[in-house]
């Protein structure tokens, strides 16, 4: 099995386990902590997930590194590699000055905290804080296995460290650690992990790190530009739609932020399904921007890629609008009662519209190739920017389900706006793409629809067992589906 099928393999495994443990352990540790202090969980594990995705130093080092192993530049390599600890040791020591500007502040942004909930908030944003800005400079040298093409030994330490996780969740809430404990777990985890993956590049790959140089300035210049349209952009993710949860909490409390967050839960992990492939494309993506691949070549590789995408999300997001309700009333019914449907219709609001952004998902890594992150930081800046200042006055005058509604609104503007960036900057076509990915689909989709209909009709709703039953049902009639589409192309 080559690198990138292992290395797709064991990221699904490793998506799996980190969707589907926290499924099974969220009503254990809502009942645990109660919707209250769950509500501030989630709001410092949400902030410390988004700092472990965003992968800010890993996908910089992974950009550059392909190129200098492209060109042999075994010694460019190690300089590089120095310039950047230099340089994002710097930029963890910035964010570390930043976040501790803001500390004093938490209780003006959260108004509607108590005084316990603040306390306990506190604790947890400076674990957060001080995690992140250590882990800054050492997260982007993982990049080198990446740049190797190298998935399979980072893959299993993933695994190893989800099904830690799994099994520290349950521990540290048996010894009645609660909040504090489960995120000082989740931390130690991750460094763990970190310090085997950079064990790994430096011994096992033997990589090399040259500090004798210092600061290039050249070098320093290309990683800063780079570096600060990633950062920027990175930024504008954590707050767009993502953070929905932190303005129901400073408008509406700690209750209300649980009942998004739950919704928002989901969504997170359908948007991890749909970059779990993508991001092991960069290198080959770089080597084909190397090469000179044309627009329209690069437009087809988009496209080759969705349609794998569309296979994999599709039928989630069908069950999720078909099964949804039934699934949300037994996951955290007992605890959100009736607001359990309202937690799934936030999550059917921001699923149905990312679809189309994340079976795009390579015009990502192509931006990333062709260093054109500029006007696409532009595009999703202005976009943020709009979605805050609204959503603000949304949640105060018409609560979390008008909220879900405008980020819903919010997530298209951005893909339609993006799609116009790919046209006009990239020279990719946007019109092409939709076609050769949705080829066949037209037809057979509609028959998805209507026998996941079918199947809601036929088995009764209540239980677990019946959950069960009409997902195994759905499933193999999409496998059907899928074989008969299959078919038709290769025809």
Excluded at 109 to 137: C, D, H, Q, S
Excluded at 283 to 308: C, D, N
Aim: hydrophobic share 55%; net charge positive; aromatic share 12%.
């Amino acid at each position: 099995m080559n690198e990138i099928r292992a290395g797709a393999v064991l990221n699904y495994v490793n998506l799996g386990l980190r969707i589907g443990v926290p499924l099974v352990l969220t009503p254990y540790i809502l009942s645990v902590l109660g919707p209250a202090e769950y509500g501030l969980y989630m709001l410092a594990s949400t902030l410390l997930v988004r700092l472990y995705l965003s992968d800010l130093g890993r996908t910089t080092s992974t950009k550059f590194l392909s190129e200098y192993r492209a060109k042999g530049d075994s010694e460019g390599e190690a300089r590089f590699l120095g310039t950047l600890t230099l340089l994002y040791s710097a930029g963890g020591a910035l964010l570390l000055g930043l976040g501790l500007a803001l500390y004093p502040f938490l209780g003006d942004i959260f108004p509607k905290f108590t005084a316990g909930e603040l306390g306990t908030y506190r604790v947890l944003y400076l674990m957060t804080l001080i995690n992140a800005a250590l882990m800054f400079p050492a997260r982007s040298l993982t990049g080198i296995a990446d740049s190797r093409q190298k998935y399979s030994v980072p893959g299993l330490i993933a695994v190893g460290a989800s099904v830690l996780n799994a099994v520290g969740t349950w521990v540290v809430l048996q010894w009645g650690w609660r909040s504090v404990g489960l995120v000082a777990f989740n931390i130690g985890t991750g460094i763990l992990a970190l310090a085997l993956n950079m064990l790994y590049c430096f011994i096992g790959l033997k990589a090399r790190l040259n500090l004798r140089h210092g600061w290039n300035r050249t070098l320093c210049h290309s990683l800063f530009t780079f570096s600060w349209w990633m950062l920027l952009n990175q930024l504008i993710n954590m707050l767009n739609a993502g953070t929905g949860n932190y303005l129901v909490a400073i408008t509406l409390g700690t209750d209300a932020a649980a009942v998004y967050t739950c919704g928002l839960q989901i969504y997170a992990n359908y948007f991890l399904l749909g970059g779990c492939l993508a991001q092991l494309f960069l290198p080959r993506v770089v080597g084909m921007v190397t090469r000179g691949a044309s627009p329209a070549t690069q437009t087809e590789a988009m496209a080759r890629l969705g349609r794998v995408q569309l296979v994999i999300l599709l039928p989630v997001a069908v069950a999720l609008i078909f099964y949804g309700r039934e699934f949300f009333h037994l996951w955290v019914g007992e605890k959100l009662g009736a607001q359990a449907e309202l937690s799934w219709l936030i999550a059917l609001a921001l699923i149905i519209p990312q679809t189309f952004s994340l079976v795009q998902a390579l015009g990502w890594q192509i931006s990333q190739a062709r260093d054109a992150l500029k006007q696409r930081v532009a595009i999703t800046a202005f976009n943020s920017a709009l979605f805050i200042a609204v959503s603000y006055f949304v949640c105060l005058w018409w609560g979390i389900a008008a909220q879900a509604a405008w980020a819903a609104l919010s997530i298209t503007i951005q893909l339609l706006m993006l799609n116009l960036i790919h046209y006009r900057s990239l020279g990719l076509s946007p019109l092409r793409f939709y076609a050769r990915t949705f080829s066949g689909w037209y037809l057979w989709a509609p028959v998805l629809f209507l026998t996941a209909w079918g199947i809601v009709k036929l088995i009764p709703s209540g239980s677990w067992y019946t959950l069960s039953a009409k997902l195994i049902l759905f499933a193999a009639a999409y496998l059907a589906i899928f074989r008969i589409l299959l078919r038709h192309r290769k025809s």
